[in-house]
């Protein structure tokens, strides 16, 4: 397993970014950017995801496993790191930080609670939306994007989902996210696997205001695993919630993970 990483910064505490469904690490550059140099920043392809290995199937345990082994071989071999996790990325973190926690020190959980997350239809349709895409008539991404219009009217849902198309050495254009397994496993994804054990560290739980994904009822069972979490809501997000509301964003993390 191969996992692609890039670092931004080269001063102050060391933070890793993991991205959720369709998305890149390069998803939080501008972040990074903005966290210097107070901050140094990691940002991690999750499997299946940008320029880090496909797998032959999604699991929660396993994703976690392998960026934590990644993080022991570099980033996080001098001590603990803070994570930054949204939506899958979250859960991946949440994972890590339960099954490793001597790896990390602050913990942060955008916008996904350790529980089912019930947006299956919705990813189910943009994957197929991409899938439907016949990648041998595309000669510019503009081609693409016009093939997208219909079904994802969202010309920022476009352009997100569409960052993951890639024109090899034959100039064809090719999916970079493992579309096949990633539709084939959204039960897994929208799922969280059952562990047993706390993570008694600080965590900040973000979520957007305009989001369905962390609900009142998700409470109980999010400070049952993280004991130490402070709930805080991002005013005018939605579930993108460093895309829609960057400035908020940077603040909370700033004041988080410097203090």
């Given at each position: ?25 390069k998803n ?7 966290l ?21 199937h999604?699991d ?10 990644f ?27 339960l ?35 016949d990648l ?16 994802i ?7 997100f ?5 890639r ?9 970079q996210a ?29 979520a ?52």
């Amino acid at each position: 397993m191969t996992i692609h990483a890039t670092q931004v910064g080269e001063s102050g505490t060391r933070v890793v970014f993991l991205h959720g469904l369709f998305g890149q690490g390069k998803n939080f550059t501008q972040v990074a950017k903005a966290l210097q140099p107070e901050l140094t920043s990691l940002l991690v392809d999750l499997p299946n995801h940008g320029r880090s290995s496909w797998t032959d199937h999604v699991d929660y345990v396993e994703m976690a496993d392998t960026v934590a082994e990644f993080l022991r071989d570099g980033f996080g071999a001098d001590g603990p790191v803070h994570l930054v996790g949204h939506s899958m990325g979250g859960k991946v973190a949440m994972v890590l930080a339960l099954r490793h926690p001597d790896l990390i020190d602050r913990l942060v959980v955008v916008d996904i609670t350790p529980s089912f997350s019930d947006g299956a239809g919705e990813f189910e349709h943009l994957l197929g939306s991409l899938a439907s895409i016949d990648l041998a008539t595309i000669d510019r991404r503009s081609e693409a994007d016009e093939a997208l219009r219909e079904k994802i009217p969202s010309p920022t849902i476009r352009g997100f989902l569409l960052q993951n198309l890639r024109a090899g050495d034959d100039e064809r254009y090719t999916w970079q996210a493992n579309l096949d397994v990633l539709r084939r496993d959204l039960p897994t994804i929208g799922g969280f696997p059952e562990i047993d054990a706390t993570f008694d560290h600080p965590v900040l739980w973000v979520a957007g205001e305009t989001s369905p994904y962390v609900q009142e009822e998700h409470e109980a069972r999010m400070r049952e695993l993280f004991p130490r979490t402070r709930l805080v809501t991002i005013k005018g997000a939605g579930h993108w919630v460093h895309s829609e509301q960057p400035a908020s964003f940077v603040s909370a993390l700033k004041v988080f993970l410097t203090a």
